[in-house]
């Protein structure tokens, strides 16, 4: 476990567990969770995969405003300096990272809370959970990268209506429209996300982190730029031990056992 005050941290073999633990505020993210947040990824050793998940019965109700009057009521600078200076690292270092995370949402997935779980590799959600993007409620904006998230997963119309309506899209309509990866039972939803992180633990590390990469980079650059950028990775994955046992494991028709080397 972790000496943080806003999170826990815990490393189960190859997979680090970074759990929102502000129960009594539906995990609510201040600008210090989301500065432990980073610091976690940064700092996150030998973890092979991520799982972000919250305690209790939310993922993240969004940023703690209602817990700081100071910062509901101060005006804009105060949110642009949270945001330029906590939140939006930790939303780049979540899409960033060179491993896949996987996030867990139960409950609601509200303002940065959404940005938060989206900017994950999978979106796993149980039919409890629900996504909201709050912002029009209160006059403000939405942020933590979610007008650059939402119309490249579910399109146009489908952002327009999170971010102006301010509707609740719960977890079987998230994967019904594209928003996430899986919706399940709350009741399977701990051991699915738990299979789902492990499974790309045991993966080749470094294909899944150029995949990841690639994949992101792609959403903003032209074929022939990707098809560049695909070539660079291939020689990379291609160079690691990972990349040999893969073929070893094809020829002699068994299960590849990959290392992260």
Known sequence: MSDFETILTETDGSVLTITLNRPERLNACPPQMADEIF????????????????????????????????????????????????????IQALASVPVPVVSMVQGPAAGIGCSMALAADFVLAG?????????????????????????????TAQATRMMMLGEKIHGEEAERIGLIYKCVEDDTLEAEATALVQRLADGPTTALGLMKKTLRDGLQADLGSTLASEALAQKQAGDTKDAVEGALAFLQKRKAEFTGA
């Open 39 to 90: 610091t976690a990824l940064r700092d996150r050793g030998d973890a092979r995969a991520i799982l972000l998940k919250g305690e209790g019965r939310a993922f993240c109700s969004g940023a703690d405003l209602a817990g700081n009057a100071e910062m509901r009521i101060s005006g804009g600078d105060r949110a642009f300096s949270s945001l330029s200076k906590s939140y939006n690292p930790m």
């Open 127 to 155: 039919k409890s959970g629900y996504f909201l993007q709050a912002f029009v409620n209160i006059g403000l904006v939405p942020d933590g990268g979610s007008s650059w998230m939402l119309p490249r997963l579910v399109g």
